[in-house]
DNA sequence: TTGTACGCGTTATCAT
DNA sequence: ATGATAACGCGTACAA
């Protein structure tokens, strides 16, 4: 009663081996009833390709290797799942990789053990410019940075710059006084995301364009405390009536929190718009700017699994647009 | 110019594949003048065994599959290098998997993904109780939990109720006021951490034993930002001479920040203890209770190990013991 | 102690 | 379109 395995499947469906393993990886045309035969021989005997047998026969390691920083955020987790689709649809199987910390990194590109167990590369988040420069990593290896912009590599991004910059224009067209809630980024040359950097100057472009000017800015570090903690600064410091943008939703949620003690209502005299998008926003009626980070991930992915199927041509960037949801929290609908 | 096989060491040694693949994996007796020559012969070629062909050939993965939160620490990194050093000498991988978030950790467990590619399973910080008596995960799969502990599992912890209760007696020899600073937790039945929790009831008990009392207890969540905030309401709230315990060494570390900002001696009229001993509270003359994070994690992935060479006794538990380490900020040394 | 040969579960290359 | 069969690189009985 061990493993069925690909013979299993080819007797039971009266087939060759051969025939199966075409099935299995769409190859080739396969008469539509026989493909139907081992298709339902395969569902009958709950066979699952053992992938070391694959990766041995194929001379690949059909595995992605996926770098990212450590942050709990829906942010990661969707882009996780959008990530994880599109190559479990190309049979690929994923190693993540945390990076806790710089060295971390080193050892992983350096090492030999990503050599065997990845074909390509995915990076979130990190502005690799410097490490490229440098050529720290060995480009011979197929990769693509998702959530990240560099030179001489394919990207899948998202356009944060724009995302300011509708949030800006939105406020600008907001009577009363505006605010800005910025999340403090850690500075390091060669792991520095640039996300909020570009959101902030989108905004200022925005407002200065419309001849607005910004009232007050906060800063914030990304954790639910300090949230709080500031969002209770700004309302402390804010004339109204006042529309805040909160540049991550976690941020926008604290000052709905701290408005809602403070019995000041939301919609109108306080309206707070948020950046992201997370899953309780709509229920909260936050104002928001919506990301599609499946679409992004997904994208990065295709990029990749072009270039693993011997696409050569140059460096192609896929930049992804957010789009403002407009809910209760600005007074809309 | 391909990647050199066993053969090929074979080849360049004069010896049979046998042989090679014995010196590999330090079986039965082999001649040791044999051995050298297969050696030197592996260090010219520059061989590296493919991992995928022993997986198919031995049937095993020789993975291990390390489940941990998302958080980054010290502690985290430290606990991945005692893992990822132990395993390695077992010649076994190691595919870490974050835990985002709930629903991830379902997929993992339940999913064939891992099936195929793991051996065994190391679970770091959480404790799984509920899990294991609601029968969710598959037994059958070897495991190991490590910074945590359940019943009928092999568990390699750290007795943070010890750490506590050792911090308690010492600050219970301090002349003036004692004070704590908590990390917040999140709660959540099944993911809980009872790491603080542990620390707390150590501690509260130590000093109620020797007869004093805490004169003030803060709660911080776990960043930089908010240590700050709260250490300025301690610093605030505290009467002098103080004794700070602060459960993390991220949280000491911001008191003694902002008591320099304030003027405050740090050793005579405030002293404080922290927990972790992070790379920098030597430099920072903090006192601290030092873990042995590495022997932990060497220790589960030992236990691990012995469960995949067939130990089938009953669950063995292992616990480690912080170390009072006593720095200027306490007054010493 | 050591070499040979077979098997692991796939994919890829041939014929057919 | 499909079936046989040779790789793929290694572990391991078995024979020597």
């Not at 499947?9 to 045309?29: E, F, I, K, M």
């Not at 009958?44 to 053992?50: G, I």
């Not at 420069?133 to 356009?159: F, H, I, K, T, W």
Request: aromatic share 8%; net charge negative; glycine share 8%.
């Amino acid at each position: 009663m061990h493993k069925p395995t690909i013979q299993d499947v080819a007797r039971l469906a009266g087939v060759g081996v051969g025939t199966v393993s075409r099935v299995l990886n769409n190859h080739a045309a396969v008469r539509d009833s026989t493909r139907q035969t081992v298709l339902s021989a395969i569902r009958d005997l709950e066979y699952v390709p053992n992938p070391h047998a694959r990766r041995i026969a194929g001379g690949k390691s059909y595995t992605i290797s996926i770098l990212l920083p450590v942050i709990t955020t829906e942010f990661y987790v969707r882009l996780l799942d959008g990530l994880e689709s599109a190559f479990q649809e190309a049979r690929y199987d994923v190693a993540i990789f945390p990076l806790l910390d710089r060295s971390r990194l080193e050892r992983y590109l350096g090492s030999h053990t990503l050599a065997y167990q990845a074909d390509g590369l995915v990076m979130a988040t990190y502005n690799l410019t410097q490490m490229l420069s440098e050529n720290r990593l060995r480009d011979q290896q197929p990769m693509v940075l998702v959530d990240a912009y560099a030179d001489g590599v394919d990207c899948a991004r998202m356009d944060n710059h724009l995302g300011g910059r509708m949030a800006g224009q939105f406020l600008a067209q907001q009577p009363g006084y505006s605010y800005a809630v910025w999340v403090e980024t850690e500075l390091d040359q060669i792991f520095t995301s640039r996300v909020f950097e570009e959101r902030s100057a989108g905004f200022h472009a925005a407002m200065a364009e419309a001849g607005r000017t910004v009232s007050g800015e906060f800063i914030s570090s990304f954790d639910a405390h300090a949230a709080r903690t500031v969002a209770g600064q700004v309302l402390d410091a804010a004339q109204f009536p006042a529309t805040i943008f909160a540049s991550a939703d976690l941020l926008a949620g604290a000052l709905l929190d701290e408005a809602q003690v403070r019995g000041i209502a939301v919609g109108s005299d306080l309206k707070v718009l948020g950046f992201d998008d997370q899953p309780w926003a709509a229920a909260r009626g936050l104002s928001t700017l919506h990301q599609p980070v499946e679409a992004m991930a997904y994208e990065a992915a295709t990029l990749l699994l072009a270039r693993l199927s011997g696409y050569r041509g140059p460096p192609r960037v896929r930049t992804f647009e957010p789009r403002l949801v407009l809910r209760s929290s600005t007074g809309d609908s």
